[in-house]
């Protein structure tokens, strides 16, 4: 197969998150989350009205509708979004301060606190850097990284930190783009990015459903990484010509 790129999911595809389970992810987010309340402190934010354990609680409850929001439309909140709105609901009730005081690099820095914790758990298949090097030797091959995240920063601070960024013509987020996949037009987006224009030319590669029948709505050829991990509420996938691989390694089968 001739092709003139490839953009592939993050989780799960690059990268794994071992013995992956909600309260594995919950933990680390509300350790995150513990963190940035120090931030919002030192901003004087805080007043004596409101705990910290009020706060972890209103900051899951708007991530969790959000989140749900974010599914059924398609559109990404992001992190620093959910704090600024849980911030400003908790002003309206009289529980925090001076919330005008907060810029956009304070909501920023928040949401890399947030997501800090998880960023640590993420590691790369043992397989991902030597693909990646493979890859690179093929001039003709633009790369990328596309991955349904909240958080922009996150994405290309791990990349960073496993030597793996260089690689990469591209890296796009559902946070940065605004909408998640499986909308197609995120990938087209990230088809822009790597100054391709013919999406039957670009391979994508991811472990789930939003990967591939997105990757596919945008006209583009799918290959599902298979996953050890089976997640809950796992939709069925139902796209012609799908290719199917193990490991990472696997994608060089199907380039020339």
Not at 67 to 81: A, D, L, M, N, V
Not at 150 to 160: A, D, G, Q, V
Not at 225 to 238: D, G, H, L, S, T
């Amino acid at each position: 197969m001739i092709i003139k790129g490839i953009i592939f999911d993050y989780g799960f595809t690059l990268f794994f998150f071992e013995n992956p389970s909600l309260e594995r992810y919950t933990e680390c987010f509300k350790k995150g989350l513990l963190k940035s309340i120090k931030l919002l402190k030192e901003k004087q934010v805080w007043s004596g009205r409101i705990s910290d354990e009020l706060f972890v609680k209103e900051f899951f409850k708007k991530r969790q509708r959000f989140w749900r929001e974010g599914i059924k439309t398609k559109i990404e909140f992001p992190t620093s979004f959910i704090y600024q709105e849980v911030l400003e609901s908790l002003e309206k009730d009289n529980l925090v301060n001076n919330i005008d005081h907060i810029d956009e690099d304070t909501y920023e820095n928040l949401a890399e606190i947030y997501h800090s914790f998880e960023r640590e758990e993420w590691k790369p298949f043992p397989k991902t850097k030597e693909t990646l090097e493979e890859l690179s030797k093929h001039k003709h091959i633009k790369l990328a990284v596309l991955s349904n995240h909240p958080h922009h920063k996150t994405i290309e601070n791990s990349l960073k930190e496993y030597n793996l960024f260089e690689y990469f013509d591209a890296v796009v987020t559902s946070a940065e783009f605004g909408k998640r996949k499986p909308d197609p037009e995120i990938f087209l987006y990230t088809l822009k990015k790597m100054e391709l224009s013919e999406n039957y030319d670009c391979l994508v590669c991811g472990d789930e459903y939003v990967d591939v029948v997105g990757g596919d709505r945008a006209g583009m050829q799918t290959i599902l990484c298979e996953r050890i991990y089976k997640f809950p509420f796992e939709r069925e996938i139902n796209v012609p010509n799908l290719l199917r691989i193990n490991d990472i390694s696997e994608v060089l089968n199907y380039i020339t």
